[in-house]
């Protein structure tokens, strides 16, 4: 690497105390919800955190760090979070304040991933969100889960909750949360579920204050701004090391589980240039009638995982986006209109779209070719437990890993963007 290429840092020992400690909140608000949770999916699932993410994000709603064990969540956060405060503008939010949200029009992946976001304030004023998501088991829906291929909507796949406030300047929005009780078949899991994630949070509040306490506000929020340019410099550096071009590839989805003679193109072109680099799913078909539509939030972190396979080892916040520009048209099978139905992007679009990425990527650096991992197809298992309640197990079960340039991949374990692990919740 060329000298001009070495990302300067003012203070080593103090960025990467910080930066490090970032990503230690995120990953213990994950692990608190595991801890808390009553569904099995989030709380007994093999590499301790489950289907549940973590993230530290700027007033604005910028990536600070999340928790990288569970990359398919890794931008739905951020997302959501903007459409937070497209609503609830900084001014009117208070301390105590918890916002919920799992609209995959807003932000959200689907419907089970609900997300929730509690601020942070320094001094009286705004300066972090402490925000944690996990897949909660039934939110309602026409089968048990939500995840059917019947769906034609958001409607069919359970109950949708806009960005809305879950604690109002600390008390529980009891209303809502009896709503999101009487629309789930499992309602004690589910709100026990909904709590844990306010009990991630309260673990990220309360650490990132003890942070802020110990170095100082205007220390703190300088280590962020120069961790967010350090990761943009980073992403141009390995954005330079591939060849200038316009490299494109397509996958094809067999149909969405309705209309079986349909098929579904993605494709995308990737264009390199120096260190600017962007990725173009124009050409991709309309959005599906059934629900293997890949929501936004979805798409974008098929895309960033993919991208970072390539550009390398970069801490991951709102400076890797800044250095890419990506395209998801809407209206298309990779970033649909409301309300369109998402609950089974995984099984096949989501990863074509990583496939996409990873194959014209493969072209701007030859011999270096990764191949994506399998989808993820749901089990569910439903019994009656009593009169009016129900036993309901939901697991998702992974393929195997891709084959990279130099070595096979990983049988049966999942793609690293799955958590690198299968289920394996214990009978």
Not at 111 to 129: C, E, I, K, R
Not at 232 to 258: F, M, P, Q
Request: aromatic content about 6%; hydrophobic content about 40%.
């Amino acid at each position: 690497m060329a000298e001009l290429d070495v990302p300067t840092i003012s203070d080593p020992v103090l960025f990467h105390s910080v930066r490090h400690y970032f990503s230690m909140v995120a990953r213990e608000m994950a692990v608190a919800v595991t801890h808390t949770a009553y569904s099995p999916l989030v709380s007994r699932m093999s590499g301790t955190t489950g289907d549940t993410d973590g993230a530290v994000l700027t007033a604005a709603g910028e990536l600070i760090a999340c928790d990288e064990h569970a990359l398919i969540h890794m931008a739905s956060l951020p997302t959501g979070l903007r459409f937070v405060l497209a609503k609830h503008p900084i001014e009117t939010i208070c301390d105590g304040d918890i916002y919920i949200n799992n609209d995959p029009h807003q932000g959200a992946i689907h419907g089970n991933d609900t997300m929730v976001f509690q601020p942070v304030f320094v001094d009286g004023v705004l300066s972090y969100w402490a925000a944690v998501m996990a897949h909660i088991t039934d939110i309602g829906g026409m089968s048990p889960g939500g995840i059917t291929v019947g769906a034609t909507s958001v409607f069919a796949e359970g109950l949708v909750i806009p960005p809305i406030k879950l604690y109002d300047a600390g008390r529980l929005n009891e209303t809502l949360l009896e709503l999101i009780s009487a629309n789930s078949r499992q309602p004690e899991e589910t709100t026990g579920d909904v709590l844990a994630l306010v009990s991630g949070s309260n673990v990220g509040t309360k650490a990132i204050r003890e942070l802020v306490d110990r170095r100082g506000a205007v220390t703190v929020a300088s280590v962020v701004s120069e961790l967010l340019d350090y990761s943009e410099r980073l992403t141009k550096i390995g954005i330079r090391r591939l060849r200038d071009g316009e490299y494109r590839a397509e996958s094809w989805v067999d149909d969405d589980g309705l209309d079986l003679d349909k098929h579904y193109r993605v494709t995308t072109t990737v264009a390199v240039d120096g260190d600017q680099l962007s990725v173009d799913f124009s050409g991709t078909s309309p959005q599906a009638r059934g629900s293997f539509n890949s929501s936004f939030s979805q798409s974008l972190t098929a895309v960033t995982y993919a991208l970072r396979v390539y550009l390398g080892d970069i801490p991951l916040n709102e400076g890797f986006w800044r250095a890419v520009d990506i395209r998801l048209p809407l209206g298309t099978l990779v970033n649909p209109r409301r309300p369109a139905a998402c609950n089974n992007r995984t099984a096949s679009t989501m990863p074509a779209v990583v496939e996409v990425v990873l194959w014209s990527l493969s072209q701007a650096l030859p011999d270096t070719e990764v191949v994506a991992g399998a989808g993820v197809p749901d089990v569910h298992a439903i019994n009656p437990a009593g009169e009016g309640q129900y036993w309901l197990h939901f697991e998702a079960e992974w393929g195997g890993g891709g084959a990279r340039s130099t070595k096979d991949g990983v049988d049966a374990g999942g793609t690293p963007m799955l958590g690198g692990h299968g289920s394996a919740i214990s009978v």
